[in-house]
């Protein structure tokens, strides 16, 4: 059930040279120090595409392009309950920056377990267990 507003975020699967794009939420957020996919809210009036942009472009000063939905879910955390957008995207141009991140990696398949992530992210971590890569 969910708790509170919903909020809609939206997550970049940055793709580059068969390797995925993770970052790590920054001291002080919610769910510090675990890995995810960058993204964040999307603002009022603003489309699923174009808050990946703009949330990529301030966390980490890159340069994708967005493509298919991969999933859709809805996680109900204990003080909020989140609906998750996850797409694929491709990497175009720009070096990683830390702008809004702790850090990041390109990582492979089997790095995926290794790396914790947010309890609203398991679901997708499945998927890409079974197919890492881009539809």
Known sequence: ???GRVIDVVAALVWRDGRLLVTQRP??????????????????????EAALLREV????????EVGELRQELVHAYPEKTVRLFF?????????A??????DHRWIERGDLRSLEFPPADREL?????TRFAPA
């Open 57 to 64: 472009r301030e966390e980490l000063d890159l340069v994708i």
């Open 87 to 95: 797409f694929d995207c491709r990497w175009r141009s720009g070096e």
């Open 97 to 102: 920056r830390h702008l809004g991140v702790a």
């Open 1 to 3: 059930m969910p708790r």
């Open 27 to 48: 001291a002080g957020a919610h769910l510090a120090g675990t890995w995810e996919f960058p993204g964040g809210k999307i603002e009022a009036g603003e489309s699923a």
């Open 125 to 129: 971590l499945n998927d890409l267990e």
